[in-house]
């Protein structure tokens, strides 16, 4: 795991590979209670009966759950222990090319893209990849905008 320590040592690192994650094994559990807390329970997610008939030949993640992965996987990568806060604030260019579908591994691949001087510190923009184990699209693509403040 990559950690940060400073602003310099981040800005050094623009364009910087951060690595890969491990695996990890998309559970119908997972995707239920995801349905769950958002109230999303569109039945190619939560109704294997349903879903088998279907275009996927089964029950398939939300592509936000996937999404929200990013924080889990991000720990894996890098560690931002500059000084002051950090607060998400959005993200860019998201993408869902390929549905994961439940059962399937994914894994996160991330680089630096972008830290710009803003009045309250710096934003950094990472450029994260989620692969699916097997597959050549991956499931989403994703550019994280982080306001660092210092």
Known sequence: MRVFSTFEELEGAVGESLGATEWLEVTQERVDAFADATDDHQWIH???ERAAAGPF???IAHGYLTLSLLPRFSQELFSLETPGARLNYGINKVRFPNPVKVGARIRATAQVG???PVAAGR???TRFTIEI???EKPAAVAETVV????
């Open 57 to 59: 030949g089964g029950t």
């Open 123 to 125: 934003q950094l923009v």
């Open 147 to 150: 306001l660092l403040l210092g």
């Open 114 to 116: 972008e830290v710009t």
């Open 46 to 48: 939560v109704d294997a």
């Open 133 to 135: 184990e097997g597959e």
